[in-house]
Antibody
Framework: QVQLQESGPGLVKPSETLSLTCDVS?????????WGWVRQPPGKGLEWIGN???????FFNPSLKSRVSISLDTSKNQFFLKMRSVTAEDTAIYYC???????????????WGQGTLVTVSS | DIQMTQSPSSLSASVGNRVTITCRAS??????LAWVQQKPGKAPKTLIY???TLQGGVPPRFSGSGSGADFTLTISSLQPEDYATYYC?????????FGGGTKVEIQ
């Protein structure tokens, strides 16, 4: 069974770059599917950030596209999120998630990491 | 972007009661809809995809229905462990979008 685990700094200064890693076990990320990120500001709802497919092709939320990149390291079975020029509004729990294909055309988020809280503050 | 609107935003029900949550998409998404459960302080968990297909291990008291733009999540007999916030989510078009959530409290 696939497991995902986020890691990275819990505190980032305004205007700096947020960098997170998602370690995946139980499945080879270079073999199939999409690998992505979702965030949740404290006390608020879920926001999809973007995903990368197993070959490295990316898709992003237009609201964040100019500041975000997602990449893979298949040799380490990890994928990464970088978000530039962060502000206090980027304070959130960040979840990594797998997006799988089922029943022909249904590409949905089936597995989630536990999440990591990132606070943007000086 | 496809907007997802849920109602109600919160509800309170007794153990054993039937609970229904609705979700409306701003455009036709066929049945490309998932329901996601998030218990307090925990990671989200996807319960249902394709509007009505339960993921493995999800209790059969959960069911989903709908197609097009209107969808429903039903809990047939509410249990104490069902206290959570439930989100609908469309995955037909980028960006993937979530509803605002429905908080279910146990009376």
């Amino acid at each position: 069974q696939v497991q995902l685990q986020e890691s990275g700094p819990g505190l980032v200064k305004p205007s700096e770059t947020l960098s997170l890693t998602c370690d995946v076990s139980g499945f080879s990320i270079g073999s199939a599917y999409y690998w992505g990120w979702v965030r949740q500001p404290p006390g608020k709802g879920l926001e999809w950030i973007g995903n990368v497919d197993y070959s490295g092709i990316t898709f992003f939320n237009p609201s964040l596209k100019s500041r975000v990149s997602i990449s893979l390291d298949t040799s380490k079975n990890q994928f990464f999120l970088k978000m530039r020029s962060v502000t206090a509004e980027d304070t959130a729990i960040y979840y990594c998630a797998r997006r799988v294909r089922r029943s022909g055309s249904h590409w949905f988020l089936d597995s989630w990491g536990q999440g990591t809280l990132v606070t943007v503050s000086s | 972007d496809i907007q997802m609107t849920q109602s109600p935003s919160s509800l309170s029900a007794s153990v054993g009661n039937r609970v229904t949550i609705t979700c409306r998409a701003s455009q036709d998404i066929d049945n490309h809809l998932a329901w996601v459960q998030q218990k307090p302080g925990k990671a989200p968990k996807t319960l249902i995809y394709a509007a009505s297909t339960l993921q493995g291990g999800v209790p059969p008291r959960f069911s989903g229905s709908g197609s097009g733009a209107d969808f429903t999540l039903t809990i047939s007999s509410l249990q104490p462990e069902d206290y959570a916030t439930y989100y609908c989510q469309q995955y037909l078009r980028y960006p993937l979008t979530f509803g605002g959530g429905t908080k279910v409290e146990i009376q």
